[in-house]
């Protein structure tokens, strides 16, 4: 009898049969193309289905919700383009004739598989101004990549970042921006309220870094918070959200380059006292193998 953890698509697994690998493949190349397609086509066109009033491209909300986390367009438009273009470099890994290789992007493939069809299903429900729900989807989408990152963090680069800390770093900003579309928040309150929790991302990009060292978490938040300080710039100069994000967006990339730089050349930034004495068993493994 097979039991549920044989059956569980999320358990983790030291290695998958042929089976199984080819499953990844298939699943993890069609969720891929059916993302990317909804996410380039919705960045410009409207959807033809459900009430006209409620129907509009991605950018076009983005503009009409002028919300304290309304994002720039371009920015965020080039970061997944980069997030995209990086995950072929993640589905290569499945088809390597390396068999470690495959084995470390199978790791990951259920989890990669669901963000794709949750991020698609995002796309679908906001561009038709259905924002209650797509939040829900983005909460779902974290609780699945945090599952994965906290389970696969040692991964390689080249799997680490497209298939994890990328998309990661995206739906956690993406909670705030379509959160504050979801309760409209434009009036006073809103804003102060929204003044307090953009501090959330600093706290969050800094938590990787201290804990896992983990560079390209605070380079993706950095990149994202940027966004979100430019348009807040461009919409409203005289606020303080945008001097809030800058702030935070300068403070994540100095403590990146702070962690990445040195792991980079092979020294390793320690935030432990110098005598403390830790047993090697204890000693945290380096976040990112080289792939």
């Keep these: ?5 044989d059956a569980n698509p999320f358990a983790r697994r030291e290695t998958h049969n042929v089976k199984a690998v080819w499953t990844y493949k298939v699943l993890t190349i069609l969720t891929w193309i ?3 397609l909804a996410c380039i086509y919705y960045s410009y066109g409207a959807p033809l289905d459900d ?4 129907r509009n491209t991605i950018w076009g909300h983005n503009r009409a919700y002028a919300t304290p986390f309304q994002l720039n367009a371009l920015i965020v438009s080039l970061y997944w383009l980069a997030l995209f273009f990086a995950q072929i470099a993640y ?3 499945l088809f390597s004739a390396k068999s470690e290789h495959v084995q470390q992007a199978a790791g990951v493939g259920s989890h990669f598989i669901f963000n794709n069809l949750l991020q698609f299903g995002f796309v679908m429900l906001f561009v038709r101004s259905h924002f209650f729900w797509a939040e829900i989807l983005l909460i779902i989408n974290f609780f699945n990549l945090s599952a994965l990152y906290f389970r696969h963090n040692t991964a390689p680069r080249l799997i680490h970042i497209p298939a994890v800390s990328g998309p990661l770093a995206w739906t956690f900003v ?3 921006w379509n959160g504050a ?6 009036h006073l309150a809103a804003r102060i309220l929204a003044n307090i929790a953009i501090w959330g991302i600093l706290v969050y990009g800094l938590f990787f870094l201290v804990v896992y ?3 390209t978490m605070g380079f993706a938040l950095s990149i994202l918070t940027a966004s979100l300080g430019v348009d807040q710039f461009l919409v409203k100069t005289i606020a303080f959200q945008w001097i809030f994000a800058f702030t935070i967006m300068a403070v994540l990339f100095l403590s990146t380059l702070a962690i990445g730089v040195p792991g980079i050349f092979g020294k390793e930034i320690s935030f432990r006292r110098e005598g403390a004495v830790v047993p090697e068993d204890q000693e945290r493994a380096p976040l ?3 792939s």
């Excluded at 009898?1 to 953890?5: A, G, R």
């Excluded at 009430?51 to 409620?54: F, G, L, V, Y």
């Design 181 to 186: 579309i979801a309760v409209n928040a434009h």
């Design 288 to 290: 990112l193998d080289d």
């Design 174 to 176: 993406a909670l705030y």
């Design 51 to 54: 009430k006209k009033e409620w």
């Design 213 to 215: 060292k983990d560079y």
């Design 1 to 5: 009898m097979t039991s549920f953890s």
């Design 91 to 93: 589905v290569w890994h």
């Design 34 to 36: 059916i993302n990317v």
